[in-house]
């Protein structure tokens, strides 16, 4: 630990890993911050209900396929279907600089309006605060949300098993390379687009076809590798991932070979890591193929007893590597 925050400290990797354990969790801990999930799940009056928060702070506000809005919603409303819940109500709470265009307001709360609209889900209740030029960074924004958690569905990433499918819905690093090459004005051929989407159709179709699935989560901050890490992690076990079945696009393998960028790292979000029984993965892929969200959908690895809390990947060279979590701060300020 250092005396001082560091933007590795977010970054979603080890360093973040460490924090929230040695220091969040040290003074606040309780049996639903210890299980480290996205999102907290409790009874009220016989009723389950999920519920999360999250915070934005994305820049450039605008990019390619969305804007800090959406990606609000939408990651929110994927941290609550991840435990498969149904997403239903989310608050809003905006903090805005001094100066901040109103035009440019305007389209982030018609964004956010459309993608709520779309994920069919009802912003309830809001907040907004205003800090003094300078004080800031244009604006940021916070969403919580509330969802229902049918009774017959526990998924938690402690719940992961020994032969378990590990299924990817989607290709990987579209929004974490949209954002840096944005940032940085840099222009690569093949049109790179954030992957920003609400997952819970997608989510509730697959539990929908079985209830075999023990772990989903979505892939952000520190991207598929370090989610990987932190459910091998919470449930003491080995996985095992396949480097020829994990799809990269062209443009998003272009833009991380020519900035040193591991593909594997590279947030996500849009995407998410469903852990199955090996019984129904195949079927189930071919049902997440047939919606929009999970077109493009593979098994890419599977949950082994041999060196557990840790990820093995089996190379296209046809060797192994061990995949850490991301060290250090890969990209600040993804979402």
Do not use: W
């Amino acid at each position: 630990m250092t005396k001082k925050i560091l933007l590795s400290h977010g970054s979603g990797g080890i360093m973040m890993h460490n924090f929230i354990n040695e220091t969040i969790l040290k003074k606040l801990s309780n049996p639903f911050l210890d299980k480290l999930n996205d999102q907290a799940i409790f009874d009220i009056d016989s009723t389950r209900l999920a519920f999360s928060t999250d915070s934005y702070v994305v820049d450039p506000i605008f990019f390619p396929g969305g804007n800090i809005g959406d990606l609000a919603v939408n990651g929110t409303v994927n941290d609550i279907a991840m435990c498969g819940a149904k997403p239903l109500y989310l608050s809003v709470g905006f903090i805005i600089e001094e100066g901040f265009d109103f035009e440019d307001l305007n389209r982030i709360i018609d964004s956010i309006s459309d993608a709520a609209k779309k994920a069919d889900v009802v912003v309830a209740t809001g907040d907004t605060k205003v800090v003094p030029n300078g004080k800031a960074d244009k604006i940021f924004i916070n969403t919580s949300g509330v969802g229902i958690v049918p009774k017959d569905i526990n998924l938690s990433g402690d719940n992961v098993k020994v032969g378990d499918k590990i299924i990817l819905s989607g290709t990987i690093g579209d929004h974490g390379m949209t954002i840096l090459t944005e940032r940085e004005g840099i222009s690569i051929k093949g049109n790179l687009k954030s992957d920003s989407m609400a997952l819970n159709k997608l989510t509730e179709k697959m539990l929908q076809h079985t209830k075999k699935i023990n772990c989903m989560r979505d892939p952000t901050r520190g991207g598929v590798a370090t989610t990987l890490n932190e459910i091998a992690l919470q449930s003491n076990v080995g996985m095992v991932i396949y480097e020829n079945k994990i799809p990269v696009k062209e443009s998003v393998k272009a833009s991380c070979e020519i900035l040193g960028f591991d593909p594997l790292y590279v947030a996500n979000e849009g995407k998410l890591l469903a852990f199955v029984s090996s019984d129904v993965a195949e079927k189930l892929v071919e049902v997440m193929r047939s919606t929009e969200e999970g077109k493009d959908a593979d098994i890419i690895g599977e949950v082994v007893s041999s060196h557990p809390k840790k990820v093995v990947m089996n190379t296209i060279l046809g060797g192994n590597r061990i995949v850490n979590m991301l060290t250090g701060e890969q990209l600040p300020r993804i979402c």
